[in-house]
């Protein structure tokens, strides 16, 4: 058994590479299929029982597609049967159960936007990643819960309860790829998607302890089109693998989104060879990137694990913020986008939405088109002199998050960091820094602070080098194994969980 991680009070044992436990991932499941002592249709059933046992206590979905995701398992059950594991050459995720952040489009699957607005709404398409997961024969197993329209880093919204952190169901899981991490971190799924538009898939990665990677801008099609150019999708996984195949499956580009890029199958790499053949790096361990200063046991565990990663040969150089805090050009950026909405009906409709997007709506109603312009201007030399650091180092590390999570429920932390005119996201800038440079960046497992809550480290490489960002994060989970420990919670007695309309 892997050793324990700093600051664990006795969290439950798991193992991934046991076919039948919860946290098995993609490669043991795929053994287990192949020689037949699982199958599909069974760990999907085991799926939907451990859902039905957390659900009640965490929150992680606005709606699931028990029904239809059964037919495709058991549909996966009669492929494997008749052609063995020469399936897994076109279908590398055949009956491999996922989640889908419920601001993506999925076909005949509800998807709200956690709005409610949109609480009714089916779309008759996928988006194009999660077409490209289901021709990978991946199941799709519901929808988790956002934010409205992923507005804040939190899993709150006016539909449902806030979304639990599983390690402590009193505190945030971050957000707001909430549900997508809460549901991860207990075993649910061998993954699932996110959306990151400033921090919103690596900051609940982080509070929740599992792997969140945002790749470089465009590698996976963001459709609806993002025109801001801030928003990633991406996955959060358990295991550095996991994370890299999933993408793998979802990147190359597509006309519904300018900004993607590669040829179709482009392969992102196998980080566990990319690993073997790293050469020595020189990465920038920055302990912070500006208010709020990590706390103490948060600083300690990514200089910790930063340390693993010197100990396997890399140079680690530690350097101060090489940049200006960005969070005003953020703010504009996004108020401005957010502005947009509603542009004849806001009057009537304000009622029905979240009151501190609302806020943030109003606000960028009173930006002008200069003020934008400087915004725009700002991310401009933010991204020249990321440029120019990446020239330097191989990769950034720091700490995904600097403070502990926060009570569940709300959209900040009580104490807000007072950057710009509403501060609503201006506690994360490790995260959105890099939202506004559009590089690839992953939030892996640091460790657990004295209060037994996940903390998460930061690696960043330059623009499309997203394998190596991978590789090295590969080499910290070998390091420093993270999988034997989930989150330490005994879930209440199973309950009914939500359907799809």
């Not at 709200?112 to 779309?123: E, M, N």
């Not at 010197?310 to 913020?321: L, Q, T």
């Not at 390091?479 to 330490?488: L, V």
Request: a neutral charge; hydrophobic letters at 40%; one cysteine or more.
């Amino acid at each position: 058994m892997a050793p324990d991680l700093p600051g664990a009070r006795n969290p439950p044992a798991a193992d991934p590479d046991r076919p039948g436990s919860p946290y098995a991932g993609i490669r043991t499941l795929r053994a287990a299929y192949g020689d037949g002592s699982l199958l599909p249709s069974e760990h999907l059933a085991a799926t939907f029982g451990l859902i039905d046992r957390w659900e009640p206590r965490i929150g992680a979905f606005l709606t699931l597609a028990r029904e239809r995701a059964t037919a495709e398992a058991e549909a996966a059950d009669r492929l494997l049967h008749r052609y063995g594991n020469s399936v897994w050459r076109d279908r590398p995720l055949l009956g491999m159960p996922v989640s889908v952040k419920d601001l993506t489009p999925t076909e005949g699957i509800r998807t709200t936007r956690g709005s409610l607005l949109h609480a009714d709404a089916v779309p008759g398409a996928d988006a194009p990643a999660v077409a490209r997961l289901r021709a990978a024969g991946a199941v799709v197993i519901g929808k988790t819960n956002t934010s409205e329209g992923g507005w804040s880093a939190a899993g709150v919204n006016r539909l449902q309860g806030p979304t639990r952190n599983p390690w402590d169901p009193a505190r945030s899981p971050g957000g707001s790829s909430a549900g997508a991490a809460a549901s991860v971190a207990v075993g649910i799924g061998v993954g699932a998607t996110g959306t990151d538009g400033a921090g919103s898939i690596r900051i609940p990665a982080s509070f929740c302890g599992v792997v969140g990677f945002k790749p470089s801008l465009g590698r996976i099609p963001y459709v609806p089109q993002s025109p801001e150019e801030l928003s990633h999708l991406g996955p959060l996984t358990r295991s550095v693998a996991d994370a890299a195949l999933l993408t793998q499956v979802m990147a190359g580009p597509h006309p519904a989104d300018p900004l993607s890029y590669g040829e179709p199958g482009e392969p992102v790499g196998d980080p566990a060879r990319a690993a073997a053949l790293l050469p020595r790096l020189r990465i920038g361990w920055i302990p912070s990137l500006g208010a709020p200063a990590p706390r103490p046991a948060v600083a300690a565990l990514a200089r910790r694990a930063v340390e693993a990663l010197a100990a396997r040969g890399h140079e680690v150089e530690e350097i101060p913020p090489p940049f200006e805090d960005p969070y005003a050009a953020l703010e504009t950026i996004l108020a401005g986008w957010e502005a947009a909405a509603h542009p004849r009906d806001l009057e009537e409709v304000a009622g029905r939405l979240d009151p501190g997007r609302l806020r943030v709506i109003r606000y960028g109603r009173t930006l002008g088109a200069a003020a934008l312009a400087r915004a725009y201007e700002a991310r401009a030399v933010l991204r020249v002199r990321s440029q120019a650091l990446m020239r330097r180092y191989d990769l950034l590390a720091m700490p995904t998050v600097a403070i502990a999570p926060f009570a569940a429920g709300l959209h900040e932390p009580p104490d807000p960091v007072r950057k710009g005119a509403l501060d609503w996201l201006a506690w994360a800038p490790e995260a959105y820094t890099f939202n506004l440079t559009g590089q690839p960046a992953v939030s892996v497992p640091a460790g657990l602070s004295p209060e037994g809550l996940p903390v998460g480290l930061q690696l960043v490489g330059g623009r499309r080098e997203d394998l190596r960002v991978l590789a090295a994060a590969y080499q910290l989970e070998q390091a420093r194994p993270w999988h034997h420990h989930y989150a330490a919670l005994s879930a209440r007695s199973p309950q009914p969980a939500k359907e799809s309309t």
